[in-house]
């Protein structure tokens, strides 16, 4: 029996509560231009500190400035890729014209058109991920991108393959979604494809849209400071 | 090398997470070596990726690119030119385009030209689904199956009417089927050893990395098949679970002596993932859903492991 994930961002808990079980997709809503890969660094750091291994799918930025960006906030996430704890998906990185190939800790994908390729690359992270822990973290930047390069019905379908993969694997985690990008019917949509969802406006304020658990509060602010996020 | 046909017009059907485009550099080679020719119609990655991944899994297609081997990329250039026949690296980026014409489209151009294809099987409406199925006579179905030793590949194809599974592993020189690698245990003075010598041809104990387990170690060609067999050394099999990995095929259990002890390692075998089967001439033997084999019967026993 895994038992439930600690979201470990300061406060968070409160509204995730102190065990939030795994195999769960949470849909994050914010606006474009909201340091949301923040959040998701911190997630995937806070994981990582208690053995928890995670995966950074990113379609918006490449790794290597990700894991800059992670290092500047205290969060060095290189020992966890030795180890095979840290992993990531770069969708970005080759579609941007740049020079790079696939390493140990990064699998490169040459755009959000190759879904099977990015299909394979997240079942051959989850096989490794499966060796080593019960339960592993998982944050996807962003199905705004994905909408761009794909039909809305090509993206549902995916999400209705992958989302199944994640939860039946014991993933948890957080596919991010820019709303005011997309009509209401693909956001409705998406959102039924996910087992809860939670809305950040321009403010950071956070509120909870639906949870598959019951935590204390549904709203709150999230404050940047020079540690990441914390929740008041 | 793997035992497929790639002479007529084709359809590697995979369920997402499967990497089908590896059969794809198999059918290009083949077309090559036979034709002298193959024109490859890339839908969803720039060319330079796939040579590059081809040439990881052992496939040099950039010696050909441009030469023998003409590619199209609709990924790049967003043009579908119809030279024959067509080796098509992933289907669903073209039916994504026109969901609705795709199929017809598809089936004109398969009555003018051969077609071998990858597809990765998205919850595309049923109805859809049907028409493409049924737009291809010979279909190969790709899956992995996960089990708590690793991720086993499977490739299946319906032989005289029953469809049939074969292990499959990607190298780094290919494509290569995983042989009938089959883990004989017991408990102890079950006739382990025994079975292997009296099943070989050849027959060995390996003294593992030279340390501290021996396995009793045959094999024997059956039917055209050639059956490796690994004993365990004792009752544990976790040892050879280590070596053998995902590429241990089946895991049979003596069953003649020991009863409680023989159940409750059958037990172990189905727990990991493994198919078991029983080889036992006892007539108390009996587990749901688990084969029981007669252990005097060597033939039959045979022709259960393969």
């Known amino acids: ?232 | 090398m793997i035992n497929i046909r790639f002479d007529k017009s084709m359809i590697f059907w995979a369920e997402p997470g499967v990497n089908a485009e590896v059969f794809i550099y198999e059918a290009i080679i083949n077309e090559l070596k036979n034709n002298g020719k193959a024109n490859l119609v890339i839908t969803n990655k720039k060319t330079s990726t796939l040579l590059l991944n081809a040439k990881s899994f052992g496939y040099n297609l950039s010696k050909y690119a441009g030469k023998q081997l003409k590619i199209i990329n609709t990924y790049e250039n967003n043009q579908l030119s119809y030279d024959e026949p067509l080796i098509i690296n992933e289907l669903s980026p073209l039916i994504d385009k026109d969901e609705y014409g795709f199929v017809s489209m598809l089936k004109q151009l398969l009555s003018k030209t051969r077609i071998i294809t990858a597809f990765t099987a998205w919850p595309y409406d049923n109805q859809l689904l049907r028409k493409l199925s049924s737009a291809f006579n010979n279909k190969i179905y790709l899956n992995n199956v996960y089990t708590p030793i690793g991720v086993k590949n499977y490739y299946s194809i319906v032989v005289n009417g029953l469809l049939k599974h074969y292990q499959y592993k990607t190298t780094s020189n290919g494509l290569v089927n995983v042989n009938n690698r089959i883990i004989i245990t017991g408990p102890k003075g079950s006739g382990k050893s025994t079975l292997i010598r009296e099943l070989s041809e050849r027959y060995n104990t390996i003294d593992y990395l030279s340390s501290n387990f021996g396995i009793d170690y045959g094999v024997v060609e059956f039917k055209g098949n050639r059956i490796e067999l690994f004993g365990t050394p004792g009752e544990s099999f976790e040892q050879l679970v280590n070596l053998l990995g995902v590429d241990s095929t089946k895991v049979v259990v003596l069953a003649n002596n020991s009863l409680s002890k023989a159940e409750e390692m059958i037990n172990k075998s189905l727990n990991l993932g493994f198919e078991t089967i029983i080889a036992s001439d006892n007539p108390n033997i009996n587990i749901s859903d688990v084969e029981v084999v007669k252990l005097s019967d060597k033939k039959q026993l045979l022709s259960k492991l393969i």
């Open chain 1, 1 to 232: 029996m895994v038992e439930g994930i600690r979201i470990g961002i300061k406060g968070l808990d409160s509204v995730f509560t102190k065990a939030f079980p795994p195999g769960n997709c949470i849909l994050l809503n914010s606006p474009p231009m909201a340091e949301i890969s923040i959040f998701g660094l911190q997630y995937l750091y806070e994981g990582l500190k208690r053995g928890e291994p995670g995966v950074y799918i990113t379609l918006d930025d490449s790794p290597e400035s990700l894991r800059l960006k992670a290092l500047k906030f205290g969060w060095p996430l290189i020992n966890a890729e030795r180890m095979g704890l840290m992993r990531w998906i770069d969708v970005y990185s080759i579609h941007a014209n740049k020079d790079v190939k696939s390493t140990e800790s990064i699998i490169r994908i040459d755009g959000p058109v190759a879904l099977t390729d990015l299909s394979i690359a997240i079942s051959q992270v989850q096989a490794g991920f499966h060796k080593i822990s019960g339960v592993y973290r998982f944050f996807f930047d962003s199905l705004s991108t994905q909408l761009l390069y794909n039909s809305p019905n090509t993206v549902y379908r995916f999400l209705q393959v992958i989302t199944s993969k994640l939860k039946m694997s014991n993933g948890v985690g957080f596919f991010t979604l820019r709303p005011a990008m997309h009509d209401t019917k693909v956001n409705m949509t998406i959102r039924h494809l996910m087992n809860g969802s939670i809305t950040l406006n321009e403010d950071f304020e956070l509120s909870v849209d639906s949870l598959p658990v019951v935590g204390d509060t549904r709203f709150g602010k999230l404050l940047l400071t020079r540690q990441g996020f914390i929740f008041t």
